[in-house]
């Protein structure tokens, strides 16, 4: 007997109501995760002594964040949804110590102007996701592969300290990003996450997860091209 398939590879969806509240209540968490990294960017940026004790452990904080990025992902269907929120807002507190040092590099006002234009190309491909009749499923497979080969250009680049290869790095990684938000928003409004998970709960807490990477990613690439350094 074949496993029942998620109604995203089959190319149904919920009922409407239960689509609008499963988007609600990932963006409401999304936006509440941001909240919280600001908050903590904030403060970061504007402490010299924050920015140098966060520099100090920058590697080992990254992996820290990459460990619970994917933790969050892989055991959510074997730990509660407030456990699985819990760790998210853990994960969106050490992101504050990271974007802060970020920012910090560069001047408020391209730092403004790079988080707008990131919460323009996020709502534009999100109202694309969750009103599109075209199937986004096709994508999945070649935006893993893109963002594998992204993450790896990413660190060789690291060490050959390249700025051409730097901006199109940067420039390919607002695209893979910007089209991640789509598809990730169709997942969500088609109930796959639901499926995946086995909770409504449980569901909101991954879409927010993979929503709150998409934007942060959008914003920190963005300013890399657009930022002015100080």
Same mark, same amino acid.
């Given at each position: 007997?074949?496993?029942? $398939?998620?109604?995203?590879n #089959?190319? &149904?969806?919920?009922?409407? %109501?239960?689509?609008?509240?499963?988007?609600?209540?990932?963006? @409401?968490?999304?936006?509440? +995760?941001?909240?919280?990294?600001?908050?903590?960017? =904030?403060v =970061?940026? &504007?402490? $010299?002594?924050?920015?140098?004790?966060? !520099?100090?452990?920058?590697?080992?904080i990254?992996?820290?964040?990459? @460990?619970?990025?994917?933790? /969050? $992902?892989?055991?959510?269907?074997?730990?509660?949804?407030?456990?699985?929120?819990?760790?998210?807002?853990?994960?969106?507190? &050490?992101?504050?110590?990271?974007?802060?040092?970020?920012?910090?590099?560069?001047?408020?006002?391209?730092?403004?102007?790079?988080?707008?234009?990131?919460?323009?190309?996020?709502?534009? !491909?999100?109202?694309?996701?969750?009103?599109?009749r075209?199937?986004?499923?096709?994508? @999945?497979?070649?935006?893993?592969?893109?963002? /594998? +080969?992204?993450?790896?250009?990413?660190? #060789?680049?690291?060490?050959?300290?390249?700025?051409?290869?730097?901006?199109?790095?940067?420039?390919? +990684?607002?695209?893979?990003?910007?089209?991640?938000?789509?598809?990730d928003?169709?997942? /969500?409004?088609?109930?796959?996450y639901?499926?995946? &998970?086995?909770?409504? %709960?449980?569901?909101?807490?991954? @879409?927010? #997860?993979?929503?709150?990477?998409?934007?942060?990613?959008?914003?920190?690439?963005?300013l890399?091209?657009? +930022?002015?350094?100080?």
């Amino acid at each position: 007997m074949n496993p029942p $398939q998620a109604p995203y590879n #089959v190319g &149904t969806r919920p009922a409407p %109501e239960l689509a609008s509240s499963l988007l609600a209540h990932s963006f @409401g968490w999304m936006f509440a +995760g941001l909240l919280l990294t600001s908050g903590i960017a =904030v403060v =970061v940026a &504007t402490n $010299q002594k924050v920015i140098n004790s966060v !520099a100090d452990f920058w590697y080992l904080i990254f992996i820290g964040q990459l @460990g619970l990025a994917i933790g /969050i $992902q892989g055991l959510i269907g074997r730990i509660s949804a407030s456990t699985a929120l819990a760790l998210f807002f853990v994960f969106a507190a &050490t992101m504050g110590f990271t974007v802060g040092v970020i920012v910090s590099l560069y001047e408020v006002p391209s730092v403004i102007s790079s988080f707008f234009s990131a919460a323009a190309m996020f709502g534009a !491909a999100a109202l694309y996701g969750a009103t599109t009749r075209r199937s986004l499923a096709g994508l @999945g497979g070649y935006l893993f592969m893109g963002m /594998i +080969g992204l993450f790896v250009a990413l660190l #060789v680049n690291l060490f050959l300290d390249n700025g051409v290869a730097g901006f199109i790095i940067a420039a390919i +990684g607002v695209v893979i990003f910007v089209v991640y938000t789509a598809y990730d928003v169709q997942r /969500i409004s088609y109930g796959d996450y639901v499926t995946s &998970t086995g909770s409504i %709960e449980k569901a909101s807490v991954l @879409g927010a #997860v993979h929503l709150y990477i998409n934007f942060v990613n959008i914003f920190l690439f963005l300013l890399r091209l657009m +930022g002015s350094r100080n």
